[in-house]
């Protein structure tokens, strides 16, 4: 079973970028593995004219967000998250919870996007 909460955590980052770990309800989550990324970008075809000055985004609610489904190792056990990046806002974002268990099997290393 999977658990949508949309709540801001804290997120150390890799020289990557990548989520390195994470703090959510007063608890770290080490990063120990990237099972994948992929990006999420609202109106991708729509270039501003001038991108120094674009603000639109900002007012319609669109997206820019990167994603990375992780899996954490720490004294909680071993969880796997999806978090994300909102480069509109610059704030990282818990969206899913996966139980572990359920996660299929095939989920390896890869970039999706």
Do not use: I
Not at 67 to 96: M, P
């Amino acid at each position: 079973m999977a658990h949508r909460y949309g709540h801001p955590v804290k997120v150390r980052r890799r020289a990557d970028g990548s989520p390195a770990n994470s703090r959510w309800r007063d608890a770290r989550y080490p990063v120990a593995e990237v099972f994948s990324t992929w990006h999420l970008m609202d109106r991708w075809w729509e270039r501003p004219v001038n991108p120094a000055t674009a603000t639109d985004s900002l007012r319609h609610g669109q997206q820019d967000r990167t994603y990375y489904r992780v899996c954490c190792r720490g004294t909680a056990g071993e969880q796997v998250f999806d978090l994300y990046h909102d480069a509109v806002t610059n704030q990282w974002v818990l969206d899913v919870a996966h139980d572990w268990r359920e996660v299929p099997t095939y989920m390896e290393r890869r970039d999706l996007t």
